[in-house]
């Protein structure tokens, strides 16, 4: 099938969730869940739930499980803690809860970065996966990587993605 049919086929709105890892965020400075539902919402889409949790293994698993089985969920974003501090646990609390990995991801979110912030984006541990017929994005910290992945990559292609995962 050729990749006009498959986009044709795909969901014109999806229901997104998010998940902030942090322990130094609090609602008031919070700019990555504004960002998030402005930017899903001007793409059609919507911006269903949005939690916070502190950078703990066991909290963001939680998280994370409860929207893979919440009704209406078609893509989770978890944001923060991708780096190398020792409180940097997003990706091993989800990496686990993956049933397959979406690897370009990862690969072309560095790349895009690599051209805004140098070799600096090395260091991103960002990645991306599928999980009970939901797409999974784990991305860094920072609103602008999140605009970045969100802009060039994720609202492109998560209505193919979670179309494939429901064939």
């Known amino acids: 099938m050729a990749l006009d049919q ?8 999806l229901c997104f969730a998010l998940i902030v890892a942090t322990d130094t965020r609090t609602t008031g400075d919070d700019r990555t869940t504004p960002l998030v539902r402005e ?13 916070r949790v502190p950078n703990e293994i066991g909290e963001i698993q939680d998280a ?12 989770v974003l978890v944001s923060g803690g991708t780096g190398f501090s020792p409180r940097d646990v997003t990706v091993e609390a989800v990496r686990p809860l993956l ?7 990862g690969e072309l979110f560095r ?22 017929q939901r797409a999974v994005f784990v991305l860094p910290g920072s ?25």
Do not use: K
């Open 6 to 13: 498959h986009r044709q086929e795909a969901p014109t709105a």
């Open 111 to 132: 790349a895009l970065s690599f051209t805004e912030i140098g070799a600096a984006a090395m260091l991103s541990r960002a990645l991306a996966g599928t999980a009970h």
């Open 64 to 75: 994370l499980r409860q929207l893979l089985i919440a009704n209406g969920i078609d893509v």
């Open 39 to 51: 930017r899903v919402g001007l793409a059609g889409h919507e911006l269903a739930a949005a939690r």
């Open 143 to 167: 609103p602008q990587a999140v605009a970045l992945a969100l802009e060039r990559l994720i609202l492109p292609e998560a209505a193919h993605l979670v179309a494939q995962l429901r064939r």
């Open 99 to 105: 049933e397959r990995t979406v690897d370009g991801f």
